[in-house]
T-cell receptor
Framework: DQQVKQNSPSLSVQEGRISILNCDYTNSMFDYFLWYKKYPAEGPTFLISISSIKDKNEDGRFTVFLNKSAKHLSLHIVPSQPGDSAVYFCAASGNSGYALNFGKGTSLLVTP | GAGVSQSPSNKVTEKGKDVELRCDPISGHTALYWYRQSLGQGLEFLIYFQGNSAPDKSGLPSDRFSAERTGGSVSTLTIQRTQQEDSAVYLC?????????????FGPGTRLTVL
């Protein structure tokens, strides 16, 4: 069963605009959430994370928002750049703190 | 420093053959993970090693899959009698420790194709 869901397989955004990638989860035991970025033929690279004790974490152009009551998180990229074009994976972990549960990914295309 | 490395980068094999995939984690990382990504799917957890503790094999899909980690460093994932549904990208990751919340660093993956 898919415990982490990314319902949009793809997203296209113009350069300079905001990109919003969404993620939903079903397991209330998840307490740590991460976003990974993946280019073709490369492994995923860590982008940003958030603990369940927070509702927002910001790092430069990237902000992750967490809504625990809705079991929903989102990644905002502002302003979007062509180099941000990649597949973005949402991941979550629970008390065990190790195995990550991944969504299927959202392919972001930022057009000039 | 060097990141996680995996070999081979690509492997094509015939159905029924055995394959071995190798992972070199980041030096000093005590935790090592194997995931696989099938076409159109997210990353699926396979197995986890933490130091000298017994590995968590709960994600291995069948008894044809096994993994070992020698000397707390290099790991080998072995798939016996490969099937076409084993075709996927196999990703290895390592983290400084396995407890608590740690960023996992991924290797580039091995793309396995079973004909």
């Amino acid at each position: 069963d898919q415990q982490v869901k990314q319902n949009s397989p793809s997203l296209s955004v113009q350069e300079g605009r905001i990109s919003i990638l969404n993620c939903d989860y079903t397991n209330s035991m998840f307490d740590y959430f991460l976003w990974y970025k993946k280019y073709p033929a490369e492994g995923p690279t860590f982008l940003i994370s958030i603990s369940s004790i927070k509702d927002k974490n910001e790092d430069g152009r990237f902000t992750v928002f967490l809504n625990k009551s809705a079991k929903h998180l989102s990644l905002h990229i502002v302003p979007s750049q062509p180099g941000d074009s990649a597949v973005y994976f949402c991941a979550a972990s629970g008390n065990s703190g190790y195995a990550l549960n991944f969504g299927k990914g959202t392919s972001l295309l930022v057009t000039p | 420093g060097a990141g996680v490395s995996q070999s081979p980068s690509n492997k094509v094999t015939e159905k029924g053959k055995d394959v071995e995939l190798r992972c070199d984690p980041i030096s000093g990382h005590t935790a090592l993970y194997w995931y696989r990504q099938s076409l159109g799917q997210g990353l699926e957890f396979l197995i986890y090693f933490q130091g000298n503790s017994a590995p968590d094999k709960s994600g291995l899909p069948s008894d044809r899959f096994s993994a070992e980690r020698t000397g707390g460093s290099v790991s080998t994932l072995t798939i016996q009698r490969t099937q076409q549904e084993d075709s996927a990208v196999y990703l290895c990751a390592s983290s400084l420790r396995g407890t608590g919340h740690n960023e996992q660093f991924f290797g580039p993956g091995t793309r396995l194709t079973v004909l």
